[in-house]
């Protein structure tokens, strides 16, 4: 059995549930139920820091659609006890029903979270736009997604498949690595830099100009695990995808091959995903230790050579940048959070990356900062 | 002195969260997805009325300290109502009033005293749901409903 749990056979029979507790133990039979069938593939990923999660499919098509963005991640199964479980289903295609929720329309919150389902043990969001549920047990380390029907999965939910109970995962444990919304580059020996902004910052352009020089390594492009230690902080690569605005595919023509999006897929945003770990597999780095943190952007006039510039900020600049848009896309993200990303900036020097005219000199440009950066 | 001066305020936790900076404090309004920041003077009031002090206190503290600036007390007395009508801070019911007469220690010793300036940013209120519209399927799960075709988007 996967979760040392035995499958409910009348839980289709709804009694009115208490609370999280009890809607969990339900939702963990029909999780199991879902993914102990002869169809359900199980999948090994590492973690970081010598941890190792489990993932539980229900059938390979779903494992096709979420597993590419951690396949970077993957290890052998078998081996020691996981320290985090992942059950993965939909009630379309394994044809096992979810319990209807037990609580109200008007129990959603700001951030999906459901009111009163959420505690210290607990934690629940149901995105009303993908229509995903994350429920996660911290006392267990069980995570369960679930959605009606996966064939309708957005964009988004494929390229970080997984998000909130990574989230959850990491930050319910508090031994100091959180999630952080961040891409992330770095070279063989100089250490990583983080890249932070809002979507049109030049964030992503950064990133993946880096990807293709064969100086630099590509760590992450929207979420990353950071890692706070006394000698220093690394960055963890969570997922090996991209998302990148179609419009700006004809700056990299040399990745258009990897474009992962079946036809048809939707995202109103116009975003594609790319899958990095099938053609880019060397330029993939899975853990770097940290050296500064830039906020790209793209001046609205460039004056003069258009050249790349770095202008020293202070760390409140680099929190307004890293933690608002992390803490509002993570539910359950709250004080603790916003005290590890100040305490992370206040660690490393941080800059104003103005981008230049030309987006393939801005690998270059990068080079020679990282060794301004080394010889202080 | 008048009531509103003797008033004591705090951080309305837990919604609204901060972080002192070397150079700025960030504010973030986890319910309503608004941020905020200030520097120097702003930081040394902020600093001083969420430990507690009176307003009138910190016009005092700042009279003496900047005995050559103008306009402190109104400058003091704005701040503080932008900071309630963001309800980043809420009256404080206990009463309890401290004096204070040290800064804290992330806060720079300021050269002069300038008028602080409050400043908002909402570009992150897209990603909540403030108002989540949904209608519910027969198994009991909601779904987000299609915007409205007449509707038009606020750009």
Request: hydrophobic fraction near 40%.
């Given at each position: 059995m996967i979760v040392g749990c035995s499958v409910a056979s009348q839980y289709?029979?709804?009694?009115?549930?208490?609370?999280?507790?009890?809607?969990?133990?339900?939702?963990?039979?029909?999780?199991?139920?879902?993914?102990?069938?002869?169809?359900?593939?199980?999948?090994?990923?590492?973690?970081?820091?010598?941890?190792?999660?489990?993932?539980?499919?229900?059938?390979?098509?779903?494992?096709?659609?979420?597993?590419?963005?951690?396949?970077?991640?993957?290890?052998?199964?078998?081996?020691?006890?996981?320290?985090?479980?992942?059950?993965?289903?939909?009630?379309?295609?394994?044809?096992?029903?979810?319990?209807?929720?037990p609580w109200t329309t008007g129990d959603y919150l700001s951030r999906g979270e459901i009111a009163g389902y959420n505690d210290e043990r607990f934690r629940v969001v149901f995105n009303l736009d993908s229509g995903v549920l994350s429920f996660y047990d911290a006392d267990r380390q069980i995570g369960l997604w679930w959605t009606q029907d996966f064939a309708q999965l957005p964009l988004y939910?494929?390229?970080?498949?997984?998000?909130?109970?990574?989230?959850?995962?990491?930050?319910?444990?508090?031994?100091?690595s959180f999630l952080l919304h961040a891409a992330a580059i770095g070279t063989k020996n100089g250490g990583a830099l983080l890249l932070a902004g809002r979507s049109g910052s030049g964030k992503s352009t950064t990133a993946l100009a880096s990807l293709l020089d064969h100086e630099w390594f590509y760590v992450a492009d929207d979420y990353c695990v950071i890692r706070a230690e006394a000698e220093g902080a690394t960055v963890h690569s969570l997922y090996c995808s991209a998302k990148l605005d179609a419009k700006m595919l004809a700056n990299f023509p040399s990745l258009s091959h990897s474009v992962s999006s079946p036809d048809g897929w939707r995202d109103p945003q116009g975003k594609i995903l790319l899958d990095l770990h099938r053609f880019f597999p060397n330029r993939l780095r899975k853990e770097l230790a940290l050296r500064a943190i830039l906020l790209p952007r793209v001046p609205k006039e460039r004056i003069g050579s258009g050249r790349n510039r770095f202008i020293p900020v202070g760390a409140g600049a680099a929190v307004?940048?890293?933690?608002?848009?992390?803490?509002?896309?993570?539910?359950?993200?709250?004080?603790?959070?916003?005290?590890?990303?100040?305490?992370?900036?206040n660690r490393l020097p941080c800059f104003q990356l103005e981008l230049g005219r030309e987006v393939a000199g801005v690998p270059q440009s990068l080079h020679k900062f990282m060794k301004r950066l080394s010889s202080r | 002195?008048?009531?509103?001066?003797?008033?004591?305020?705090?951080?309305?936790?837990?919604?609204?969260?901060?972080?002192?900076?070397?150079?700025?404090?960030?504010?973030?309004?986890?319910?309503?997805?608004?941020?905020?920041?200030?520097?120097?003077?702003?930081?040394?009031?902020?600093?001083?009325?969420?430990?507690g002090e009176s307003i009138a206190s910190v016009i005092e503290y700042l009279q003496e300290r900047f005995a050559e600036a103008a306009n402190i007390a109104l400058s003091v007395e704005d701040f503080v109502r932008e900071l309630v009508e963001e309800n980043l801070i809420v009256k404080n019911s206990s009463g309890k009033t401290k004096n204070i007469k040290q800064g804290k220690a992330q806060i720079p010793s300021l050269a002069r005293f300038e008028k602080p300036v409050l400043q908002k940013y909402s570009d992150m209120q897209d990603l909540l749901l403030l108002d989540p519209i949904h209608e519910v399927d027969e198994t009991g799960w909601p779904h987000a409903l299609p915007p409205e075709p007449s509707a038009k988007r606020v750009e």
């Amino acid at each position: 059995m996967i979760v040392g749990c035995s499958v409910a056979s009348q839980y289709r029979a709804a009694p009115s549930i208490a609370g999280p507790a009890e809607y969990f133990e339900r939702a963990l039979a029909a999780s199991a139920a879902a993914c102990e069938r002869p169809e359900a593939i199980v999948r090994r990923i590492n973690l970081g820091a010598g941890r190792c999660g489990v993932l539980h499919f229900c059938d390979d098509t779903l494992e096709n659609l979420l597993f590419p963005p951690l396949a970077h991640q993957g290890v052998a199964n078998g081996g020691t006890k996981p320290d985090f479980k992942i059950l993965a289903w939909d009630s379309l295609h394994s044809g096992v029903p979810m319990w209807p929720p037990p609580w109200t329309t008007g129990d959603y919150l700001s951030r999906g979270e459901i009111a009163g389902y959420n505690d210290e043990r607990f934690r629940v969001v149901f995105n009303l736009d993908s229509g995903v549920l994350s429920f996660y047990d911290a006392d267990r380390q069980i995570g369960l997604w679930w959605t009606q029907d996966f064939a309708q999965l957005p964009l988004y939910e494929r390229a970080a498949p997984f998000l909130l109970l990574f989230h959850w995962w990491h930050s319910l444990r508090r031994e100091g690595s959180f999630l952080l919304h961040a891409a992330a580059i770095g070279t063989k020996n100089g250490g990583a830099l983080l890249l932070a902004g809002r979507s049109g910052s030049g964030k992503s352009t950064t990133a993946l100009a880096s990807l293709l020089d064969h100086e630099w390594f590509y760590v992450a492009d929207d979420y990353c695990v950071i890692r706070a230690e006394a000698e220093g902080a690394t960055v963890h690569s969570l997922y090996c995808s991209a998302k990148l605005d179609a419009k700006m595919l004809a700056n990299f023509p040399s990745l258009s091959h990897s474009v992962s999006s079946p036809d048809g897929w939707r995202d109103p945003q116009g975003k594609i995903l790319l899958d990095l770990h099938r053609f880019f597999p060397n330029r993939l780095r899975k853990e770097l230790a940290l050296r500064a943190i830039l906020l790209p952007r793209v001046p609205k006039e460039r004056i003069g050579s258009g050249r790349n510039r770095f202008i020293p900020v202070g760390a409140g600049a680099a929190v307004r940048a890293l933690a608002p848009s992390t803490l509002f896309q993570l539910p359950g993200a709250g004080p603790n959070n916003f005290r590890m990303i100040a305490a992370l900036t206040n660690r490393l020097p941080c800059f104003q990356l103005e981008l230049g005219r030309e987006v393939a000199g801005v690998p270059q440009s990068l080079h020679k900062f990282m060794k301004r950066l080394s010889s202080r | 002195m008048t009531e509103s001066l003797s008033r004591t305020y705090r951080v309305n936790a837990p919604k609204v969260i901060y972080e002192d900076f070397e150079d700025e404090t960030v504010l973030i309004n986890l319910d309503n997805g608004s941020y905020y920041n200030f520097s120097e003077s702003g930081a040394l009031i902020w600093g001083r009325i969420v430990s507690g002090e009176s307003i009138a206190s910190v016009i005092e503290y700042l009279q003496e300290r900047f005995a050559e600036a103008a306009n402190i007390a109104l400058s003091v007395e704005d701040f503080v109502r932008e900071l309630v009508e963001e309800n980043l801070i809420v009256k404080n019911s206990s009463g309890k009033t401290k004096n204070i007469k040290q800064g804290k220690a992330q806060i720079p010793s300021l050269a002069r005293f300038e008028k602080p300036v409050l400043q908002k940013y909402s570009d992150m209120q897209d990603l909540l749901l403030l108002d989540p519209i949904h209608e519910v399927d027969e198994t009991g799960w909601p779904h987000a409903l299609p915007p409205e075709p007449s509707a038009k988007r606020v750009e």
